[in-house]
């Protein structure tokens, strides 16, 4: 059975950090893209990062670059988000996802897995 695990989330003044991890189990995922996605209540879901399968590129939404980093570990099957800075406007339950569709990789679409998502708050 393939998972995707996320893990990090939680409470968190204005300015302060948190890093979320995914870890997969089930099958590897060395070739797929890895990405980060959000919901906030009412909202719909929105891209947050992204990461090629060897780490090479990565991509971002404007409204996290330059606070957040993405990061993958092949041989641990786990994709790491570093948050810093953070706002109360990225309060979300946040998702990773693994996939390999040809719909590029800030939608939702080209992801096949998804983990059952991680709460994030941010207080002002």
């Known amino acids: 059975q393939v998972r995707l695990v996320e893990s990090g989330g939680g409470s968190v003044q204005a300015g302060g950090s948190l890093r979320l991890s995914c870890a997969a189990s089930g099958r590897t995922f060395s070739s797929y893209a890895r990405g980060w996605f959000r919901q906030a209540p009412g909202q719909e879901r929105e891209f947050v990062a992204a990461i090629s399968w060897s780490g090479g590129n990565t991509y971002y939404a404007d409204s996290v670059k330059g606070r957040f980093t993405i990061s993958r570990d092949n041989a641990k099957n786990t994709v790491y988000l570093q948050m810093n800075s953070l706002k109360p406007e990225d309060t979300a339950v946040y998702y990773c996802?693994?996939?390999?569709?040809?719909?590029?990789?800030?939608?939702?679409?080209?992801?096949?897995?998804w983990g059952q998502g991680t709460q994030v708050t941010v207080s002002s």
């Open positions: 996802a693994a996939g390999q569709s040809g719909y590029g990789v800030r939608s939702d679409q080209s992801y096949r897995y």
